[in-house]
């Protein structure tokens, strides 16, 4: 089996302890993995807050730290075939994303590399003659990064990409559900040349989780996961007072108007909720149709679902893969059961492929007569659309707003004005009109409600990283007077 290691203070280790990692194709375990407690925590989080302050981090220039990002991009964008087929056999995801994805994560670290040098002070007209005052932006500290297993090398390059673009020391913590590209892009830090300590990767479940957010030594948490993990995170960092960014999940709504172009929105909303296997926190999972088109437009969906090829994650013609664990399997599949169970009707898809491997087909449920169904309020992270019709533009906007996440949504319709409405009325972090699930890394990310708070991606999530001082500067050669002696 193949084996893997943390990377703490610029040093390859094994962990305390090791667990095999399954590969969700076969369910056959296929590496081992490290497992880190909490001193192994301790360890990474001693090693970034002695490098957050050394001469060799601390005392570099802005611009030296932008090459050093550039070159680990450059090193991404080199590796991207392997670290793509390790991320295609430890989580499933299938081969076409991984390989698109990667490639587009090296820009990630382009765009995050040229910011180093922007991240600008700034000078105060204060209201005192004799005064300077200005404001210098300085890195935070220990960067705690925790990610979810799906879409780790990207989820991972927009935390590490401002964080280091600040100037801040970050500890990764990758899931421990398919850890391996991590802790193989641990080895691209190395060859970057980082001073040690700087980057620090290592795997573990909710122990490792738990010592690395209430560290005292860390300074900001930025967290991608589920809203409960989120609460415990939120507790934890009551001890060190860390300042948190949460990019929760969501269930967010993909409405389709009469006049949309019905093929395009169809594709459009076929990858917003198949892609990944539905392991997307931006899953356009709630299709809101309008009832004129329902049954043309649920037909298209039928079809494309049910043509879709699924199979072994490593082939290039495999459009739906496994999902990465057992456990998110049947969850699903229960999910399923009690949303049937209130009133909604399957339409094509519903029951686990039998079988090795953690596979699940494309399923459709049509909730128009089960307005109660857990399956339009709970978050699958699966291929699971649930569906819902509405007559008014009103409608669509009260049903698009009936959930308590917050993070993305789409909106597909050729009326202008209509459209204008729609932007202003949904409350979600992100609007697509006429696209779905479009990113860059010059456009912020992020939700709110249960969906999180904070935006990753753009000059924002930099200065997020950041701290303010203010500077007073005196400018008169006049002593201070004695506060004592009266005048
Ligand atoms: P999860 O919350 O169970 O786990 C996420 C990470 O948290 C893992 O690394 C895990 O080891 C760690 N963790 C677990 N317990 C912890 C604790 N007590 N303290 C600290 N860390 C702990 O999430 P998951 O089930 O692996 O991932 C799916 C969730 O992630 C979904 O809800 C999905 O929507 C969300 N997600 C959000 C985004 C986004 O950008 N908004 C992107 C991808 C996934």
């Given amino acids: ?75 991404v964008q080199a590796h991207a075939p392997r670290l793509a087929a390790l991320e295609t056999r430890d989580t499933g995801k299938i081969i076409r994303e991984t390989s698109a994805q990667i490639a587009y994560v090296a820009e990630y670290y382009r765009y995050y590399a040229g910011l180093a040098d922007k991240i600008e002070g700034s000078h105060l007209p204060i209201d005192k003659p004799d005064m300077e005052v200005w404001l210098r932006r300085e890195p935070v500290g220990v960067v705690a990064a925790i990610v979810p297993w799906n879409s780790q090398l990207f989820l991972s390059a927009v935390k590490l990409g401002p964080a280091l673009a600040a100037g801040c020391t970050v500890v990764l913590k990758a899931s421990e559900d398919g850890p391996a590209p991590l802790l193989q892009f641990a080895r691209l830090v190395h060859e970057a040349g980082f001073p040690p300590g700087v980057i620090n990767i290592l795997t573990g479940g909710p122990e490792a989780g738990r010592a690395l957010t209430s560290h005292p030594k860390v300074a900001h948490i930025a967290f991608t996961g589920g809203p409960d993990t989120a609460r415990h995170i939120v507790r934890a960092s009551a001890e060190n007072l860390a300042k948190t960014s949460l990019e929760l999940g969501g269930k967010s709504p993909f409405i389709v108007f009469e006049d949309a172009d019905l093929e395009s929105a169809a594709n459009a909303q076929v990858s917003g909720i198949f892609a990944a296997t539905g392991q997307s926190c931006v899953a356009g999972s709630r299709l809101l149709v309008q009832r004129s088109v329902k049954e043309a437009f ?83 992270f699966g291929p699971v659309l649930s569906v819902v019709s509405f007559d008014t533009e009103e409608q669509a906007l009260e049903l698009a707003n009936e959930t308590e996440f917050g993070l993305a949504s789409g909106v597909f319709t050729r009326n202008l004005t209509r459209a204008h409405r729609m932007i202003r009325g949904i409350r979600a972090g992100i609007v697509w009109v006429n696209t779905y699930r479009a990113v860059s890394p010059i456009a912020p990310f992020g939700g709110h409600g249960l969906s999180g708070h904070g935006r990753e991606g753009g000059l924002a999530a930099a200065l997020d990283y950041t701290t303010i001082k203010t500077v007073w500067l005196r400018t008169s050669d006049d002593p201070i007077p004695d506060p004592f002696v009266m005048r």
């Fill in 298 to 380: 649920l037909a298209r969906l039928k079809a494309k679902a049910e043509a879709a090829h699924i199979g072994a994650p490593d082939r290039m013609e495999t459009e739906i893969g496994p999902l990465c664990t057992a456990r998110q399997r049947d969850r699903i599949e229960a999910l399923i059961a009690q949303s049937l169970a209130a009133g909604a009707n399957l339409v094509t898809g519903g029951h686990a492929v039998s079988g090795a491997g953690f596979y699940f087909p494309p399923t459709i449920l049509d909730c128009t007569d089960a307005p109660d169904a857990p399956c339009l309020r709970q978050e699958f």
């Fill in 1 to 75: 089996m193949d084996r893997f290691q943390h990377y703490i203070d610029g040093s390859f280790a094994d962990g305390t302890a090791t667990f095999e990692s399954l590969d969700p194709a076969t369910g056959a375990a296929w590496a081992v993995m490290p497992l880190a407690d909490a001193a192994d925590v301790d360890r990474a989080v001693t090693a970034a807050h002695r490098a957050f302050t050394s001469a060799a981090w601390a005392g570099m220039t802005a611009s030296a730290r932008g090459k050093l990002l550039m070159r680990l991009a450059d090193l």
